[in-house]
């Protein structure tokens, strides 16, 4: 008796994804209080480590879901964010990723919580390197305090900017598969 394929939900890719979401939600709802948007900077690396999680994740699942394991992407990659960015194998996923970050940046803009950074995309992808670095030494710049005067990236645009994308993928097949 042959077994069939176990359902998306079910699934490797499914699973990373799925555990993306659950990070990215609980962060959105920390991202959203009023506590954090008045204190963001003392919870600001917490919250960073949490998304650093779900964007892992989530880029892991785009990889597993385009034919990797998880085996062969946890020992190519590791906790490398950067990596798993740069050679995503979606070929619509950094379009996708920066068209949110433009739409989070805007939205923040307009109720003036955010600090102007000009173009959007190359602050992205710079917050995208600076925290796969910090998360990539074992989480240690992120677990611990920040050398004095270290910037970090606000939270909340990362949230706004994954958890959008990746709860779409969740809620249809991901990527029009």
Known sequence: ???SAPSFEESDAGRLL?????YFKMANLVTES???RQNWRVYGPPMLNTIAVGIELFLKFVHVHHGKTIKSVASTYGHNIEKLWNDCPEPTLHETVFSAAERAYSSASRTGIADPIG???????????DLSKRHNTNGSELRYPAPKGAMVPRPGLFVQTFYPVADACLRRPPFGA
Request: no cysteine; net charge negative.
């Open 1 to 3: 008796m042959s077994q």
């Open 18 to 22: 799925l555990n993306a979401v659950q």
């Open 34 to 36: 009023e506590e954090f």
């Open 119 to 129: 173009d959007v995309r190359p602050y992205f992808a710079e917050a995208i390197r």
